[in-house]
Each structure stands twice: as C-alpha cells, then as structure tokens.
C-alpha cells in the first residue's frame, strides 16, 4: 500500500537505543523513498498518510477493529467471503505483532525514534560483503609433504593457511608472509573454531613423527631415506594422539567452516536430527491490512507421517493488504554458511509462488536478500535457491547499489505469500483467501558436482596389519613393526575411518614409502591396500592439490606409487622435465566402498 511509512519496534538483537523502526516490508509495492518529507508530516506529527486506525489510536476510528480469522488458523476450514472492501483494523495483533519480535514496548522511546526518523534519518543498509577468502588449510605444514603442499598452492596463487605447533620454525621454513594458525592438533584447548573462519578446505598432511633409535641430523636425513634404512621408533606423541584423537580433534574444529556433504540444518526435521526455529507471523496487519497467518509444528504432518512446520492463513487485499508472512527473531549468533552454495526447501507445494527472505544485518528494517519459488500442488518437493539468486530488495524494489548477499553472516529468514514480487510487478499465482504450506526443512546445501573438502595424506599399509593370512616378511616395515611402533598403522586406520564417518567430502591418499625424488615418474594408482613401492613426496603434495578440484576423487580411497623399482633413483633432468600430469585421468579410475578393510570384515564374519 502507499503510505509516508509503516511501523514496528526493532528486532530485539538490534541496538536498544532503536526501539522503533521503519518496517521492510518485501510485500508491499510501496515506493516509500528511506527518507522523510516534511510535506506528509500531519499537523501535530507533521501529517503522514498512515492507516487510519494507526492515526486514530488516540482518538475513535471510522471503522471496526477486531475482524478476525481466528477460526481458519486453528482449523483447515474458513468460510467467511474474502472481500477487497474497506475491513476492520486488528490493533491488538499489531501490538501483538510488535511485541513478538521486541518484547514490551517503551513509549517515550518509540516517540523519540519517531521524531528522529521523520527528521530524515535513514534505516542503516545491509552489512558490506565480508573480505575472507576462501583459504586452503595445510595441517603439518613444516613436515616433508606439509611444506612442498604449502610451496604449490602459494606457486598457483591460492590462499593459504598453514596450522603448526612452532611458529619460529614455520616462518623459518615457510617465509614471513605466511598465515599461520599456531596450534596442536593433540590439544583441542588450541584450535579454537574462530581461527579457522575462511578455511574452506583441508589437506592434512600431519602424521606421528618415526625417527632412528640412534638419532638423526638436525635436518632429518636418515628419516628422509625412508623407514626400511633405519631402525624406528616412535618420537614424540604417540599414534593414538596424533593419528585418532588429533584427527577427531581436527575435524571437530573444522567441520563448521568446511561444510557437510549431507548439507546444513537450519530449520526443520529431518532423519533424527532436528533444529527448530522462533517463528513469528508478519503479515500486512502492519500496514493496516487484516491478512492473518501463523506457524506451527505439525508432528505428523509431514512425508512418512514425519514431523512438519506449518506456515497457513487467509489473506486478503482488504485496506491495501495483500500478503502474509512469517519471520524468525534474529538468530542468537549470526550462522556462517560460506561452506555452502544455496538453500534448499523441503516442501508441500499448493502451486503458488512464495518467497524466501534472507537477512545479515540485525537492524529490522534493512535490506532482505529475496528469492521468489514457485511451487507444485499436493507434491513435496526439494527447492534449490542458490546463493547467487537471491536479489537485495528494500520494500518490494531492488536495491541495485547493495552489496551482494555475504552468506557468512546470516541472521533471520522469513517466509512469504504476496500479492506482490518486485519493483511493481505482481504474483501470477496470487489468489485471495486460505493457503498452507507444509515446510520440514531449510537447509543450505553444497552444488554438485561436489569436490573434497578434506585431504589426508595417510599410508598405504594400514589394514594389512590384521589381515589373514599374509606374509608379514613381504611387507614394509611399518607392517611387520606395527605393534612395536604403537600400532601407528592401526591407529592410522581408525584417523581415516573418523573422516569417512565426519560427512565431509573427503579423500584419503595412501602414499607407499615416500622418497625425496622429484615428482615425475609414472604412477599406479590402486585400491584395496595392496601394492608396496616408492613414490616421492613432491608427487604426493601434487596429488593432494590436485584432488580438492576434482569430483573423481571424492569421498575415494586410494594407494599410489611411481612405477620406478627401489632399487632404482629416479631423476630429473633439469632442462627437460617431465610434462605436468593430468591427475583427473587416475582419479577417474576409482571406485567408491574400496578401503582394504573389505577383507578384514568378511573375517570377521567367517570366524
């Protein structure tokens, strides 16, 4: 409707001294510039076109208040006619209304805020676009394979992160310029969750540190060589710490940042999680309409006899309404989805166009990040709003100079069935009268195809320790001498199983014994933690970046080696080095479900 402004007391997340503020109203076609004009100011207040009720509060109004449907929004059926006809105003839902979503309101603030506003003050924009880049994380920098991962992705030009125990060393090793995160992986106290906000994905390239009982050089030479030239021991923290609690200690502090397979949960029900939000209706009540809604949760009104919410009313275009809406107060801390790329809505459609409303600023009457949906009648359905689809509008018009939506800092959603889209056009489907809307879930989800999140950099061999019937005398040193280093191996499996378990997209590359050659020699790729060999750590490093882009290699468990013998050095020439290899022609090569641990558990079944 057209009026100088419409009313609301401010979020109760928003700035106490702002009790009272301009409503954003995405359904209404009101062009209402976000300054005043002293011309519509009323003789007292500087007169303003507001609905009457809301001029004659003090006074008597013209017209009846209280013309409710109360009577359809606890039951499915209304029966009263819809009518487009001058109706009763409901002040006592307004007040309702306000309070929902602010608490009890303060006169002499709402006074004083009035005058401030019409002393042509506007409403505060939508935050700036947050700067964080999306870093890459290489845990275990300072180790052989960690420091060649951090020199290839800074040569590409990615950011970096690099997660170490001594920064004296890491900047020593790794530059000055180097972000780092100082941190343990074995003591969850040092990796707290904020220091790894931009972290989008992971190589971890950490690992139990195996050295000669008779010691090394200070830059680890002998170690270098590779385990079959010395005999090991276990240096520093044991396997257990490093490869089982250090990893579930990483993916704890990760998770968050890096994003779920699966998806987010933000509202709604779903297998046996479930998130529940304090929705609130916002309907045109606020303009001096008598559309009615409400939210509820049905508890077997959903797919399966599954639990739902429920967003249903009756809405009307009576005194220049025209929509209904839902809104939750502003979350108690602002949800960082920058992991993911959309929304996804999991409903019952009734063949109308609805729409999303997404915020990132606190203040109420800001800029909301929209994204209109239409729906199909008596079918649930999944619905995909990508991130990159939802418009800034302000007041039903699109704000062409507001920053692009920040999906780090989302504060509220909101709901809506309107007469109204944007910048005067109307909904097609629009009709007047009862709706619902069965909604179980909100989540935001990651856009395939989806590529790894997480890659670890494990060790070919760990399965092999328990398996039946294989000849320990064949096998690597690491495999005959698990039990005397601690089980490294089988606490390497149990690191691997928590990320398989984590839900995030992941992969796990099992190098056999790693060199110091340079990258170059020809690889086998293979699955089942079979094969023994060589292959150099610049390779590995190579591999690791290689697979965070590729959609082959996730959630894939892999072996690799060069093709070269042990018992031959593998060189480079330095004026004629070797083309750059294309890893996507071996990750396409893999399969899903192949671990090695395959023959363990058949076993166990025999047995």
Known sequence: ??????????????????????????????????????????????SCQLPKPFLQLNGRPKYRLNQRRSAYLSSATYKDPISAEKQGWDLGRFFKTLYFFNGPPSPAKIVEFIIEKLSGSSPEESEKKMGTSDYVLVVGATGGVGRRVVNNLRKKGLPVKALVRNEEKARKMLGPDIELIVGDIT??????????????????????????????????????????????EIKGDSPEMVEYIGMKNLINAVKESVGLRTGKLLFGFEDQLSKELDWGALDDVVMGGVSESTFQIDRTGGEGGKPTGLFKGIVSTANNGGFTSIRTKNFSSPVDLKAY??????LKGDGRRYKLIVRTSTDWDTVGYTASFDTIGGQWQSIRLPFSSLRPVFRAQTVSDAPPFSPSNVVSFQLMFSKFEYDGKLNPTFVEGPFELPLSTIKAYIKDPITPRFVHVSSAGVTRPDRPGIDLSK??????LNKELDFVLTFKLKGEDLIRESGIPYTIVRPCALTEEPAGADLVFDQGDNITGKISREEIALICIAAL??????????????????????????????????YNIYFQTLKDGITGKESLEQSAIAV
Do not use: W
């Open 549 to 582: 882009e590729s959609p082959y290699a996730c959630d894939k468990t892999f072996e690799v080696k060069s093709v070269v013998p042990f018992s031959e050095p593998f060189t480079v020439d330095p004026e004629n080095p070797p083309p750059e290899k294309d």
């Open 1 to 46: 409707m057209e009026s100088c402004f419409s009313t609301t007391i401010s979020s109760s997340s928003s700035s106490s001294s702002s009790p009272f503020s301009i409503f954003s109203i995405q359904g209404s076609s009101s062009n209402v510039g976000r300054k005043f004009s002293k011309s519509c100011m009323h003789p007292q207040l500087l």
């Open 475 to 480: 096998q690597p040193p690491a495999v005959r």
């Open 341 to 346: 790329d959309g929304f996804e809505l999991r």
């Open 187 to 232: 003591k969850e106290s040092t990796l707290v969750a904020q220091y790894f906000k931009g972290v989008k994905k992971v190589i971890n390239a950490a690992s139990v540190i195996i050295g000669p009982k008779e010691g090394d050089t200070p830059d680890r030479a002998k170690y270098s060589q590779g385990v079959k030239f010395f005999e090991p």
